[in-house]
């Protein structure tokens, strides 16, 4: 009589283990990714929109050593940690709890050969954390400074035409209405490439690093057989964080709040994985865009979370 409950637990504890592998399935799957050429590792100036602090890249081709942008084509090299960690953990605990449920851990052995699965699963758990130490401890760590957030803390700018920070290695850089213009039509292009899986059409958006973040993402939800789409994407407030010349280019980071329909759905079917076609979603980030100066075409070069 106690073998459905121990089953109906195995299946939680493995849905719960997938749970974060279908979270933020949109354009930059909820993490900070991208180059923001020599400011990378400096936290844009806090806006109105984007009060709170942003995160640290999770995905940079930018090394601390080297804060020049990043060379076009190395991101496609590259598989993200965050794809790669999800992947690792999905397996071992996937692998570990389907033997235990097939095999003899559950079914066999009374008491004791449930005693026996619980052991299992906790050396599989063992196991995954200790992968995961390992993996995080060989990773570069790159040396910011600052406060606890690991950014350089900056004086916010004004809004408007904006200003970037000065310095020896960049120059500031006034924007024009133009400009927003482009931005809010690439928020809304990349998302309508993404949905349709365009690879060709965010080429031509998207610096070649974050292409190939979408280009890994992509695969990651094709791999599990999801689908994720954006529709009716609306900016609903925006404002400029800070703006600059290094190196012949022009680079933008501006906070965007804005709503969306945001679902994701099994390929096979179209049952709906996560999301609510029904429902907008309220979501801010911070797109950092770069050209070639002067009159260049702006592309996506970084998209970062807020705290």
């Keep these: 009589m106690r073998r459905p409950a121990f089953l109906i637990a195995a299946f939680a504890a493995l849905a719960f283990a997938l749970a974060p592998a279908i979270a933020d399935a949109r354009p930059g799957g909820g993490a900070s990714s991208g180059s923001r050429g020599s400011r990378t590792y400096s936290a844009p100036p806090p806006t109105q929109t984007a009060p709170n602090a942003a995160r640290p890249m999770d995905r940079t081709m930018t090394q601390p050593s080297r804060p020049d942008y990043a060379q ?32 003899a851990g559950l079914f066999h052995g009374g008491f004791g050969g449930v005693l026996g699965a619980l052991l299992q699963i906790a050396l599989i758990g063992g196991l995954v954390w200790l992968a ?5 401890s060989r990773a570069p760590r790159p040396a910011m400074a600052g406060g606890p957030t690991g950014y ?11 200003v970037g920070r000065g310095g020896p290695a960049s120059q500031p850089v ?7 213009e482009a931005f809010e039509r690439l928020l809304k292009d990349i998302n309508v490439a993404w949905s349709r899986q365009d690879l060709t059409a965010l080429r031509s958006m998207a610096t070649p690093e974050m292409t190939g973040y979408f280009a890994q993402d992509l ?13 009716d994407v609306r900016l609903e407030q925006g404002d400029l964080s800070e703006a600059w010349n290094e190196d012949g280019q022009d680079y933008a980071t501006v906070a965007m709040r804005f709503s969306l329909v945001d679902v994701t759905r099994r390929v096979a079917d179209g049952a709906v994985v996560e999301g609510d076609p029904a429902r907008r979603q309220m979501t801010t980030e911070i797109w950092t865009f770069v050209r070639s100066a002067p009159g260049g075409r702006w592309q996506l070069s970084a998209i970062q979370q807020t705290r």
Aim: glycine share 20%; hydrophobic share 40%; proline share 6%.
């Design 72 to 103: 076009p084509g190395a991101a496609a090299q590259a598989r993200p940690q965050g794809s790669f960690m999800r992947g690792l953990l999905g397996g071992l605990v996937g692998a570990g709890l389907i033997g235990l449920l097939f095999g």
């Design 132 to 136: 995961f130490r390992l993996f995080r």
């Design 152 to 162: 350089a803390r900056e004086a916010q700018q004004p809004m408007g035409g904006g």
């Design 174 to 180: 006034t924007l024009q209405p133009s400009d927003f």
């Design 219 to 231: 695969q990651d939800l094709n791999a599990r057989g999801w689908r994720n789409e954006t529709a």
